[in-house]
Structure formats: structure tokens, C-alpha cells
């Protein structure tokens, strides 16, 4: 790695570790990798965390496919019971970020953690890593607050999106970086504000023309068709249709649509990778499949599907929330 790229390294994990974990000395840290994660992050964090008089934990789990991506090795589950803070950094799936393991020991005993899965060192480095985070905060409690007690969403979009849920089940949480108290829990890169919306209560279409997890970015918008909350047909690009097709029939719940998010990151990029264009300011992602914990719901499946689309409108029956890609609030 060049000398300009472990500066880099160095300096957004001083950031993550000082700022938005606010890791204490004496604290027990435990960092998760699989054999694609980019080894320079894991070092660059294990370091910052040595410095402040932290123990880290690095620990490499086998990569994962979809039908078990949310699945960490036994090892690792029964080794976070001693753990203070938790960083996910599989690259191959969401298996840290989504486990079922963390939910509860977030919950029950305050482990705070920390989603870095499904990036590489580019995106610790640059893009949405270089935002305020501070003021990024600001404006996502602005958000939730105009989104809080809303009972119908409606969204759409140019390229065709039309779809319309209940609300109330849960209310809109914030992830823009900080999980720095007791069970917090966010990401890196982040910003954002999401929720799940009542089970079974989606109806419409949806055109995704942005990236998706583990399908990429179609060459053409994949346009998806819900009922009672459920994906009944997938059209458009064929190859990433087929993939999804796949996952949908390989992983139970997989076709249950769990979560609509709001990105809030100006410093995001434009390239094709979900996980930087999620959170970039005024994208609308979706998500299929496991909607448990936060989003509120029963289905506890093995993937959690982020999906992208562009120059979204979104409105409640409180008021208009994002006018074609733009907050309205």
C-alpha cells in the first residue's frame, strides 16, 4: 500500500475510533474481516485502537453467499458476549452487520457497533468518509422529526417507481456514523435515515436504476412489482434480474420488503457500489428480506438487500419529505 493511502488509512480510522466510537482505554474491541476484506483496514483500525490503551481482536470468518450471509462462525458469536465494541468488516456480506448475535448483546448489555461491510479501503478513504459528520447529523434529525408519526408513505420516481406502505410499526432511526453511547450502532461511510414499514403493507412498483447488494448495477432499470408486501414479479435488465431471481427463490424471505431509507451524505460518489451511493444525499434505497430488530418486523431472513434509485419524490400523509432527489423539509 502506498505511503499516501496509509496516511489515508491511518487518518479515517483515527476518526472512526476517536469520534464516532469514542473507544476508551481498557475497553475490549473486536474487529471482523473475511478473506476479501482489504487486510490495510483492519491493520490501520487495530492500530488507533492499540493507541488509545484499547485491546483489539482481529478475526477472519469464511466468506459467505447469500442464502447464509447473515451468519457469523459460532467462535466469533460466543467471543462478542466479553466485547465493548464491535466493527463489521466482511466484504462478502453483510454477515456482521445484520447478525442476530449483535442485535441482542446491543440491546441487552450496550455493545456498540460499527458497520464498515461490503466496502473496501477506497471507501474508508474518500467519498462519503471526508462529509461532516456533525453537521450531516443535524440535518437527519430535521428528517426524522418531519418523517416521526407518519402512517402512509408514497414513493415514486421518473424512471417509474410508484409504491405506497403503512407506517407506525416503528419510527425513523438516524445512522450517520456516531455509536458512541451504550448499544449504539451505525456505519462507515453513513448518513442516512431509515425504517421498516409495516409488514405486508407494500403495494406498487419499484424501478431500481441504481446498485443493489450483491447484484451490482443494472445495465438497464430493473423494475419490481409488490404485493402485500411481497415481490411477485422482477423485470428489466436480465442479468441482474436473474440474480435476483435467484436469491429470492434460494433464501426464504427474500422477496419481503423490510426498509426504506433516505441518504443524507453530500460527499458520497456516483459509482456504481451500493454501499457509497445508499448514503449519498437525496437517494432512495429499499431493502429486501430481513426486516427483525429496528425495521419491526417477523421475518428473519438471511439476506437484507439494499437497492438504489435515483431522483426519487417521497411523501407522507404528513407532508412531502424529498422532491425528486432533493430534501423538501
Request: charged share 25%.
Amino acid at each position: 500500500m502506498a505511503n499516501s493511502k496509509i496516511i489515508d488509512a491511518i487518518k479515517s480510522a483515527e476518526f472512526v475510533v476517536h469520534k464516532l466510537l469514542a473507544v476508551k482505554a481498557g475497553e475490549e474491541v473486536v474487529i471482523v474481516g473475511d478473506p476479501d476484506t482489504d487486510i490495510e483496514m483492519m491493520q490501520a483500525l487495530a492500530g488507533v485502537i492499540q493507541g488509545v490503551g484499547a485491546e483489539y481482536n482481529l478475526v477472519i470468518m469464511p466468506n459467505r453467499p447469500p442464502e447464509s450471509s447473515l451468519t457469523m462462525t459460532r467462535f466469533i458469536e460466543k467471543g462478542l458476549e466479553e466485547a465493548d465494541v464491535f466493527l463489521g468488516l466482511t466484504k462478502s456480506s453483510g454477515a456482521a452487520c445484520y447478525s442476530a448475535v449483535v442485535e441482542r448483546l446491543r440491546k441487552g448489555k450496550g455493545l456498540r457497533q460499527l458497520s464498515m461491510v461490503m466496502r473496501d479501503l477506497d471507501i474508508l478513504t474518500k467519498g462519503g468518509a471526508t462529509a461532516d459528520y456533525d453537521a450531516m447529523m443535524q440535518e437527519a434529525q430535521r428528517l426524522r422529526e418531519a418523517w416521526s408519526g407518519a402512517k402512509k408513505i408514497h414513493l415514486t420516481s421518473p424512471a417509474g417507481t410508484d409504491l405506497k406502505a403503512d407506517l407506525g410499526v416503528t419510527e425513523p432511526f438516524i445512522e450517520c456514523g456516531f455509536a458512541n453511547g451504550p448499544g449504539g450502532e451505525a456505519a462507515f461511510s453513513d448518513g442516512e435515515v431509515s425504517l421498516g414499514v409495516n409488514q405486508g403493507s407494500a403495494e406498487g412498483v419499484v424501478v431500481i436504476d441504481g446498485p443493489s447488494a450483491y447484484i451490482g448495477q443494472p445495465a438497464s432499470p430493473l423494475k419490481l412489482t409488490f404485493t402485500a408486501g411481497r415481490l411477485v414479479d422482477i423485470s428489466g435488465d436480465m442479468r441482474t434480474g436473474r440474480a435476483l431471481k435467484d436469491i429470492v427463490d434460494k433464501v426464504e424471505g427474500a422477496d419481503n420488503f423490510a426498509e426504506i431509507g433516505i441518504g443524507l451524505n453530500p460527499a458520497c460518489r456516483k459509482l456504481g457500489y451500493f454501499e457509497e451511493e445508499k448514503k449519498a444525499y437525496g437517494a432512495i434505497h429499499i431493502a429486501l428480506g430481513r426486516n427483525t430488530g429496528a425495521y419491526g418486523g417477523t421475518v428473519d431472513a438471511q439476506v437484507h438487500m439494499d437497492m438504489v434509485f435515483y431522483d426519487g419524490t417521497v411523501k407522507t400523509d404528513k407532508g412531502l419529505l424529498l422532491k425528486d432527489g432533493s430534501l423538501a423539509i
